[in-house]
């Protein structure tokens, strides 16, 4: 038995292209193997142009996301857009007609899954977003369900290419940031704007929507923990490679109980943890669970045939499910009651100190840390302008400890100031 699904997509840019190219490239294919003639009937999107150099026919161009809310033969409808608005606008009036919704929309979703989810619901759709995160890896359907027999203990992701991609170059290269950035965005990764990524936004949204589905509550993007890229040094790097660690920006939550840890931040990964050899613009995201241990999920997290790959899987997933799918807990945005998401979490790190070289500075910082109830693993030093830099390797110890030794460590006679901060994966 063959049925056929008519699909619309709105934004035909490089994702929503790619979408249109595989479910015209492989109508064949799903139809033998799912069962189901999938037709793009519609498209939306404000260049003519664009529309065309897909080759998709112009009688298929929509006028306005109402044509395609009221065309009953549509049941499916992909965004491809981005941004918030009129992105939420869209997609909310064509769930509310009924239709489902697949979208790659990782800001959207971190910020406004409430509302879609209860249109959806109003409008008896479905809202599915696996190109949200990690492109064409497919984490969600993983966690929402693969793994549910589980309680995820942690998630450690690469889940943005681009700072991926421009740290990879600055430790295999020696490139600087701002080198390594030009290059990125020469080849399309990073964007003319791209605060997004190095600040860590992109992770944070996605780590938002990773962290409530494996959690099984609400960590609204806003409580995550967010430092980007720009500050990392060449020293940084070095240091840390003489040291046995390679640097990436991490997205990690973990769940202890009713307390949460969500952080986006760089990261010494040692050299032997199976992320650290994640390069260029790869993602990986690193899953523990109670019952299945260790899981770790590797594969391209952007680009139009990745991205495309996850779409179209939620497309089919949209087409055959008996009923829409919803998250499984209360999903208001906010941090339910007795959940505590802290930014107290602990952590090894490294602390880069710029110090005049006199006797006793040494002991001095020491002592801060001692004060703090930091304990240190490893000293060691290198020379830096004027003094020296005192690189410390502490034990596990509580970031607001550590935040307190850093102010205490700059107002030392013979220091001048902690040039690093990085908090160390154990
Ligand atoms: N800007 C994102 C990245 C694209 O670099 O990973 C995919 O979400």
């Known amino acids: 038995m063959t049925k056929t699904v008519n699909v619309a997509i709105m934004g035909i840019g490089t994702v ?40 998709i026919p112009e009688s298929a161009a929509a006028s306005s996301v109402d044509e395609i809310a009221a065309d009953k033969d549509i049941s499916i409808v992909v965004e491809t857009m981005g941004g918030v608005e009129p992105a939420k606008t869209f997609i909310e009036k064509v769930l509310l007609s009924g239709k489902s919704v697949v979208t790659a929309n ?3 979703v971190s910020k406004h899954w409430p509302a879609l989810e209860a249109a959806a619901k109003k409008g008896g ?26 309680h ?51 992770a944070a949204y996605k780590l938002s929507i990773l962290a409530s589905l494996a959690f099984h509550t609400c960590v609204p993007y806003q409580t995550i923990y967010r430092e980007g890229i720009t500050k990392i040094s060449k020293a940084d790097i070095k240091t840390g490679l003489e040291l046995g660690y390679r640097i990436k920006l991490l997205a990690i939550g973990k769940r202890r109980g009713d307390v949460i840890e969500a952080r986006v931040h760089p990261t010494f990964v040692p050299a032997s943890h199976p992320l650290a050899g994640v390069g260029g613009s790869f993602n990986a995201v690193y899953v523990n669970g109670d019952f299945v241990d260790d899981l770790m999920f590797y594969g391209r997290g952007a680009g139009a045939r990745p991205t495309g790959s996850a779409i179209v899987s ?24 007795g959940i505590e998401i802290t930014g107290d979490f602990s952590s090894k790190y490294y602390l880069a ?53 850093v102010t205490d460590i700059e107002q030392l006679d013979d220091t001048n100031k902690v040039e690093s901060l990085i908090r160390v994966l154990a």
């Open 16 to 55: 929503g292209g790619g979408t249109y190219e595989i479910l015209t490239e492989n109508r064949e294919f799903m139809l033998r193997t799912q069962g189901i003639d999938f037709r793009v009937k519609k498209v939306l999107d404000k260049d003519l142009e664009r529309i065309r150099s897909f080759g």
């Open 106 to 108: 990782k800001e959207l």
């Open 125 to 150: 759709a479905g809202l599915y977003f696996e190109a949200s995160c990690v492109g064409g890896v497919p984490i969600i359907r993983a966690l929402q369900e693969g793994l549910q027999a589980n």
């Open 152 to 202: 995820i203990n942690s998630i450690v992701g690469i889940i943005n290419g681009t700072t991926n991609y421009i740290l990879t170059k600055m430790t295999e290269e020696g490139m600087g940031y701002h080198d390594a950035l030009k290059e990125a965005q020469q080849l399309g990764y990073a964007e003319f704007n791209p605060t997004a990524d190095v600040e860590g936004f992109d």
């Open 314 to 337: 939620d497309v089919v997933y949209a087409a055959k499910a008996a009923a829409p799918l919803y998250s499984d807990f209360v999903n208001d945005g906010k941090v339910a009651d």
């Open 353 to 405: 100190v710029s110090v005049k070289d006199v006797p006793g500075v040494l002991a001095a910082v020491a002592g801060v840390f001692a004060k703090h109830n930091v304990g240190i693993e490893s000293v060691s030093q290198r020379s830096g302008g004027s003094g020296a830099v005192i690189v410390f390797l502490t034990h596990t110890a509580l970031e607001s400890d550590v935040k307190a030794s």
